[in-house]
C-alpha cells in the first residue's frame, strides 16, 4: 500500500487527461450515430473539408469517453446520477472509503438521493455520517456516526480551549456516561467478515512486527508487514528509533471487547488495531480516560508530559494506513489503527484547502 497522495483518489481529483481539451460546443447535441451517418454522405458528396473536421469531432467524443476516470464508461464500478451534486454530504467520506478499501468495496453510487458503497450484496448510504443498510437508513438518529475526523499529517499543537468550549465538552462527556454512543456495526463487520466473534477469529493471523508476534485480522497483515519492513530499517540507523523498541514490553492486537464508555466494538476487537506497551510509562500519560481523574483538562497535558512513539515510528505506520491515536484530541498515544480512508481525506485537505 502506498502512502495516500499516490493513490488514484487524488487523481481523479486532479488529472483530467490531454483529451478533456477537446469539448463540444455548449447545447450542441452531437451522437456517434449521427456522425456517421454525415460521414457516409460527405463521402458520397466527395467533400474532404467535411471528412477532415469530422473525424477531429469523432477524436474528441473518443477521449472525452475513455480520458476522463469519474465517466461510467471508464468507472463502471461507480453509478452516477444526475441528481448527485458535487458539493452532496457524504461524497468525500464515501469515495476514499471506495479506494481504501477496493477488494471488499464493489461499487460507489449516488442513489436514493444520498452516497453508498456496496458491499458484497449490501449497499451502506452515508445517512448523516452512519453508513447504514437500506432498511435503517431511517432511523439514523438511533446511532453514533462513524468516525470521520481531521487527521493532522504532523503533531497538531495542544489545545486551548475558551470557557464555553469546556462546559460543551463537560456536558458531551456526561452525556456520553449516561447513554454511551452505539454504533451500528454492519458495515465493519462487512468490509471485514467479522459479524461475530467466531467469523472474526477465523480471519485472525499471526504477524512478527518489532520482534513481537500480535493478533491481527488478515486483511490487514501485509500492511503490517510492510510497516515491519520499515522499522527494520530505522531500527539500525536511527538509534532513538532502536532505543523506542527496546523499551517496549509487547504488542496488543485482537480483542473482543467495546470501546471503553460505549456500546460499539472497539477496533481491537476486529483485529484491526494494535497497542504498543512499553516497560514503562516513566510516569507520563498515555490514554485520555487515564488522566482525566487527575485533571479535568487532560486535553491540555503537554506533549513531553504524553508518553510518545517517535514520529519516524508513526510516518512508517501510516505509509501503510495506520492512523495514530498520539494525534487525537482524545488521545490514546499507545495505538494505532488500519483507517486509510482517514489518510485519503487528510490528504485531499491538504491538496485543496
Known sequence: MRRPGGWKYKIYSTEQGHCQ???????????????VRILIDAMKRGSFLVLIGLLVVL???????????????????????????????G?????????????????????????????????????HGRLLPEELRNRWEDYASYRFYSYSPSLPPIPDLDEQTK?????????????????QEGFIADLYKAGTR?????????????????????????????????????????????????????LAGYNWREIAGTQSRSYHSYGIAIDLSPKSFGGRHTYWRWALPQTDEWYAIPYEKRWMVPLQVVDAFEQQGFIWG?????????????RPEILFLAEAAAAFP
Not at 481539451?21 to 456522425?35: E, N, T, V, W
Not at 498520539?326 to 488500519?338: A, L, N, Q, S
Request: aromatic content about 10%; charged content about 30%.
Open 21 to 35: 481539451r477537446l469539448q463540444r460546443a455548449p447545447g450542441y447535441d452531437f451522437s456517434i450515430r449521427s456522425a
Open 59 to 89: 477524436v474528441g467524443v473518443s477521449c472525452e469517453t475513455s480520458g476522463n476516470p469519474d465517466r461510467p464508461s471508464a468507472a463502471p464500478r461507480a453509478e452516477r446520477s444526475t441528481g448527485a451534486r458535487e458539493d452532496s454530504a
Open 91 to 127: 461524497q468525500g467520506e464515501m469515495k476514499a472509503l471506495a479506494q481504501a478499501y477496493p477488494d471488499r468495496i464493489a461499487e460507489l453510487a449516488f442513489r436514493g438521493d444520498d452516497w453508498a458503497v456496496r458491499i458484497d450484496d449490501t449497499w451502506y448510504y452515508w445517512a
Open 167 to 183: 462546559r460543551r465538552l463537560k456536558e458531551r462527556l456526561e452525556q456520553a456516561a449516561t447513554n454511551p454512543p452505539r454504533r
Open 198 to 250: 467466531g467469523q472474526t477469529e477465523a480471519g485472525i493471523v499471526t504477524v512478527n512486527l518489532m520482534g513481537f508476534d500480535v493478533r491481527v485480522h488478515e486483511q490487514v497483515a501485509e500492511p503490517l508487514k510492510g510497516v515491519g519492513r520499515r522499522l527494520g530499517i530505522l531500527v539500525e540507523t536511527d538509534p532513538g528509533v532502536q532505543r523506542f523498541v527496546d523499551g517496549l514490553k509487547g
Open 326 to 338: 498520539g494525534k487525537w484530541f482524545f488521545f490514546d498515544t499507545m495505538h494505532f489503527e488500519y
